[in-house]
């Protein structure tokens, strides 16, 4: 979880700081092209990326021709859907009605070849937790493609600076990871393999690929109803909200994937490995979501300059809807992790079905904000599903969930009420009431979590005692 931890914020830091410097040098309109393309270039990563990825990690001892096999599809799918993603490309733009859109597609969908080559590499290293490896393979290219970004906004690039980073960072991060990865592919391609490998992935491959039209399909619904700019808030709104929720959970999740598989069988170990990360992921995840809310104005002035406070309450509703989405995943791969991939598949369409009923209802009856809200009532329904599900088929109860991490949402709530009332009589600069909020959340939250040595609040404190050892044992 370190090397996990280290890997993730590094990136979010690195991501967060240049951002900064672009949000002032390019426009909403140049983030709303890359978001309107967003659900086509990932849903084409998630073809190569989600489910073959998956089984690797959850089978136990897979052979040389199991790898061998998954690489050499991967790379075929991978050239195969560039290809429709090249001749679709004008259609897509008309769409939209933004002509640029056929050469913004048909330039960055060569993402999605380049991150095929490097699926075995990253899913190897992982399975055998070798997070050090990959945090390594993240951060260099993260930081040589976020400085050759800002560069070429500041010449003048555009929308073409923000295509030039994901194909600068894909590149570097191929190499990197087949220089870091001891595995290189052999002459081996086993029908037999890809088979017994298709069984289990296939179905975690069509989750996948529903849960990415789920959480991608209001990017076609604003881009079709509304136009580049209200795209561009809603995205960096998004990219802001994802950096506390999914970005955190993340960490958490690829950590607990390949844990929990290796103990698949033995489900009161599962319990108690779910309980943990459940805690400790609540502890940092709920205060920080209700935080930004709070402190919403001035994050967005300081990060992304006043042109863009139109963002601010797409981001606060955003943030509600992210406390539901730190607690999905792990539900969701503890499932997985004991071979349960037909039943996540089928549960996926139903929750993703009711996610987008809610989301376009929403839209056509209240507007951008109704969208919004859509998606978090879906955020809520999509936890409740994957909590019974785990109920279900490891013993883990929804009830046992939350007796787990109420203490966690009671000091939360209590710490935003005596934040907000703070400052709500009080008429000062956005900056003022932003430290003060701050300080009138954190201190009621730290104090009361030790007064009542709370469970989650001493696992916490325990972990980063125990890394402040090791670091002090190392010296």
Not at 208 to 224: A, E, F, V
Not at 375 to 395: A, E, H, K, T
Request: a positive charge; hydrophobic letters at 55%; one cysteine or more.
């Amino acid at each position: 979880m370190m090397w996990s931890s280290f890997q993730k914020f590094g990136t979010i830091i690195i991501s967060f700081v240049s951002n900064i410097i672009l949000a002032r040098l390019l426009s909403p309109d140049d983030y709303g092209c890359i978001g309107l393309l967003a659900i086509f270039i990932t849903l084409s990563s998630t073809f190569i990326n989600g489910g073959f990825g998956s089984a690797l990690i959850q089978k136990k001892n897979p052979t040389e021709a199991d790898y061998s096999t998954i690489f050499y599809f991967n790379v075929l799918v991978s050239i195969l859907l560039y290809f429709l993603l090249y001749f679709t490309a004008p259609a897509i733009a008309q769409f939209y009605k933004i002509d640029l859109l056929t050469k913004v597609l048909r330039v960055e969908g060569l993402v999605v070849i380049i991150n095929s080559l490097i699926i075995v590499q990253e899913n190897r290293l992982r399975k055998n937790l070798q997070f050090r490896k990959l945090s390594v393979a993240y951060l260099v290219p993260a930081t040589v493609s976020a400085g050759i970004t800002i560069y070429l906004a500041y010449i003048g690039w555009g929308v073409w600076a923000l295509v030039s980073q994901r194909l600068i960072m894909a590149s570097i991060t191929a190499l990197m990871l087949w220089f870091l990865s001891e595995w290189k592919p052999k002459l081996l391609f086993s029908l037999t393999s890809l088979k017994e490998l298709f069984s289990f992935g296939f179905f975690v491959l069509l989750a996948d690929i529903i849960n990415t039209i789920g959480n991608n399909i209001q990017g076609i619904l604003i881009g079709r109803v509304y136009n580049a700019s209200t795209m561009g808030y809603y995205s960096q709104a998004h990219k802001l909200d994802q950096i506390a929720s999914t970005s955190i959970s993340s960490i958490i999740n690829q950590v607990s994937y390949p844990v929990l598989s290796e103990v698949q069988n033995d489900h009161s170990a599962m319990v108690r490995i779910m309980s943990r990360f459940n805690s400790v992921l609540a502890y940092i995840t709920f205060p920080v979501m209700l935080l930004l809310i709070l402190l919403a104005k001035p994050i967005i002035i300081i990060v992304y300059s006043a042109k863009w406070l139109d963002s601010v309450p797409y981001f606060q509703i955003l943030c509600l809807a992210g406390i539901a989405t730190c607690l999905q995943g792990i539900n969701y791969y503890a499932v997985a992790a004991v071979g349960k991939s037909r039943m996540l598949m089928w549960w996926t369409v139903a929750k993703r079905i009711v996610g987008v009923i809610l989301i376009v209802v929403g839209l056509f009856l209240f507007g951008m904000t109704g969208l919004l809200v859509g998606m978090v009532l879906s955020s809520y329904f999509i936890y409740l599903v994957n909590s019974y599900l785990v109920d279900r088929n490891i013993g883990y109860s929804f009830k046992q969930q939350i007796r787990d991490i109420s203490p966690i949402i009671a000091v939360s709530v209590f710490s935003f009420v005596a934040s907000y009332l703070s400052t709500a009589f009080i008429d000062m600069s956005v900056y003022l009431e932003g430290c003060i909020r701050f300080v009138a959340f954190v201190i009621p939250f730290v104090f009361i979590s030790a007064l009542f040595k709370m469970d989650s609040y001493l696992e916490f404190r325990g972990i980063v005692t125990n890394i402040i050892k090791k670091r002090k044992g190392k010296r």
